[in-house]
DNA sequence: TTGTACGCGTTATCAA
DNA sequence: TTGATAACGCGTACAA
């Protein structure tokens, strides 16, 4: 393996020559570069990122930390999140951490290792003050879910709105009997949904009936028992709203084994737009947010922050789509 | 950022022994072991990694490489890596390359770059042998799908015999017309599999129609497609074989669409039990390859590559399951 | 059992 | 425009 080393022997140059032209100084002759490309050519030399990392004190790598790398619904955001990584010449470390404290703190070491130079976080049990404590001397952003205690920038979509569309849309179709399934109101965006499902109704005139709200896990299995439940009621409702698509799904699946049908007897609409809410049959009726382009923000924001650790940055809101299709 | 000099001077010792209490020496007398433990915890202190890897030259992480981190295919693959790797202390490196060649290079380069120690290859449409030269100088391993062409062991499921059983069993159900959606016969596992399709229908005395075999690509929109193309037929199947759950999946969607039944008018088998398969309407019956273990294995394989690249490692062939479900 | 001193491969400062 | 050399933080051979 060629170091620095034998490419400053082979070229007839200094070291510090070598290390210029690989990072494109301009106060080097014409000539002397050609040489030293030429040598770098022949003993096919790759630069040892360890020694430049050590030197540098930077590992060039960034971390997006999220529940679960399996949910689709992270997916587009990583895209983006690689695409403005790669074109800095960063490495993404993309990690699971299943909510468990004990892994989430493994991950959040690198950045006191060194190993990465910074931190996307998607969701995350972490107490502020922990995350508080960390953000003085690392680069930490928040993505799609946050924290209002927390006091680092965050990117996300107007929660609130996006739900308060979906339930007016419904209200639009001739609906009155809306269901929320909702996640843990632990979670920013549970409570911000739920307050735009419950203003879209009163704002119609309709309502709130507390059994039709229910906050379960995010699993399917969950929208399936919350679904149960509702049959169940004297007046089941007419339409559901889930926020998020594997829970619509979830759900579908427990109105079609009770032999109804979606969406002549009850409506479904989902949040997130996930690859299978194409899929699916019916196919269905979702709130996109724009993730490709949450994820290059988030970056963006992140790489300042690298670079500068006490720029201010700005949060970012941006726009989502209801898009509607067959389940309503 | 404290350094090892500073738990030194702190500690009152050499610098070599800190070093040898953080990597657990034994000949160390317990009292300066405890006197160094101290100003450790004082200092806040924690090993700087680049330091540590530019010593070492290796950089503790390894990659996982497949063509795309949201195919759930893959999921519980990394799972299975995640948790080896942790416990012998490698972070993983987990990445999609769309099966963009550039892309791929420019994670082979993190092998020349040091900041890789070794790659797991779940899927890659490089040469051969450009695979088999980089595996002289690097620790690499094959998952899942593999060529046979490529000199360095693989971990994989006996492609041709899962499709055997799957027919069989579609066979045992009374089913004679079974048609099989193939994903692109450049990759081993597809050709495997259509080998199987074929001995279990001649064993059965079936003939082999040419217009019931199909090569498309890997997405939901391929299957709809392809069974578009079946319904057509004068006498279209009464089952379908589909290489993977997302194209039985997209099966399913169409054959709704014409307002047939599944399983009454036309079963469906899939391949790879991914999460969904069990979402969906009606749930899917299909292979489950045992994933998990598959990414064990495979990160054992690499890390016994990586301490010693001249090892001689055998191939590993791992049982699979045919889970029956509502879609047969 | 402990300390001294060198080197891992690179970049940056300073002087020429 | 170039070169000599000192770091970056760590691990280890060798000596004590």
Request: glycine share 4%; with cysteine; net charge neutral.
């Amino acid at each position: 393996m060629a170091t620095i080393k034998d490419v400053a022997r082979e070229a007839r140059v200094s070291v510090a020559t070598v290390s210029r032209v690989l990072n494109k100084h301009d106060n080097i002759s014409l000539k002397t570069k050609l040489v030293v490309e030429n040598a770098i050519e022949k003993l096919n030399y790759e630069p040892n990122m360890l020694g430049r990392n050590l030197r540098r004190s930077k590992s060039g790598m960034i971390l997006a930390l999220m529940p679960s790398i399996s949910n689709p619904f992270y997916s587009q955001i990583v895209e983006g999140i690689e695409d403005i990584a790669t074109k800095n010449n960063y490495t993404v470390l993309i990690s699971g951490t299943d909510s468990n404290m004990d892994k989430e703190n493994l991950y959040f070491n690198l950045l006191k290792q060194k190993l990465i130079d910074g931190v996307i976080l998607m969701n995350t049990l972490q107490e502020p003050e922990f995350i508080n404590t960390l953000a003085k001397k690392y680069a930490i952003i928040q993505c799609s879910e946050y924290s209002e205690e927390v006091d680092i920038p965050f990117i996300s979509i107007d929660n609130k709105k996006a739900s308060y569309d979906a339930i007016k849309f419904l209200i639009k179709l001739g609906h009155k009997d809306i269901a929320l399934i909702n996640s843990d109101e632990e979670f920013l965006y549970a409570r911000r949904r739920k307050e735009g499902y419950i203003e879209a109704l009163k704002e119609s005139g309709i309502s709130i009936r507390e059994e039709f709200m229910g906050q379960v896990g995010l699993g399917f299995d969950n929208g399936r028992r919350m679904v149960k439940r509702l049959l169940k009621l004297e007046k089941p409702p007419t339409a559901i709203f889930a926020v998020s698509d594997i829970l619509a799904i979830g759900a579908i699946k427990e109105i079609h084994e009770a032999k109804l049908r979606v969406p002549e007897d009850i409506a479904v609409i989902g949040f997130d737009n996930i690859e299978f809410a194409n899929m699916s049959t019916p196919s269905l009726t979702t709130i996109a947010q724009p993730m490709y382009q949450i994820g290059c923000e988030a970056t963006k924001m992140l790489l300042k922050r690298i670079d500068n650790i006490d720029t201010k940055i700005d949060n970012l809101i941006l726009d989502y789509n209801l898009i509607i299709r067959e389940s309503t």
